[in-house]
């Protein structure tokens, strides 16, 4: 059992920046995904950037603005998110797959950001 608790989100304005922070409750140095997610009401949860077997990718509107980083020796993802916009307000969540072999994610339990002026 992976434990995935999330922080860091909050009420920023246009333009400004957050950094969302991941820790897991054992060690991701193996693990073979770890991802950040989003959701608003309505819509489906979207990948927004992910770590996959060493290689990380985004989705298209958060190309050259987030940034993704793993730091195994404290368990920890990071969402470096800068010139923020208010289509980014959403529920940010974690996800950690250990497996390549056995397909179970785990996820956090979500943190706010609100993107407004």
């Known amino acids: 059992q992976v434990q995935l608790v999330e922080s860091g989100g909050g009420l920023v304005q246009p333009g400004g920046s957050l950094r969302l922070s991941c820790a897991a409750s054992?060690?991701?140095?193996?693990?073979?995904?770890t991802g950040w997610y989003r959701q608003v009401p309505g819509k489906q949860r979207e990948l927004v950037a992910g770590?996959?077997?060493?290689?990380?990718n985004y989705v298209d509107s958060a190309k050259g603005r987030f940034t993704i980083a793993r730091d195994a020796a404290n368990n920890t993802v990071y969402l470096q998110m800068n010139s923020l916009k208010p289509e980014d307000t959403a529920v940010y969540y974690c996800?950690?797959?250990?497996?390549?072999?056995?397909?179970?994610?785990?996820w956090g339990q979500g943190t706010q950001v609100t993107v407004s002026s």
């Open positions: 996800s950690a797959r250990p497996s390549r072999v056995v397909v179970k994610t785990y």
């Open positions: 054992t060690s991701i140095e193996s693990f073979y995904a």
């Open positions: 770590i996959t077997s060493g290689y990380t």
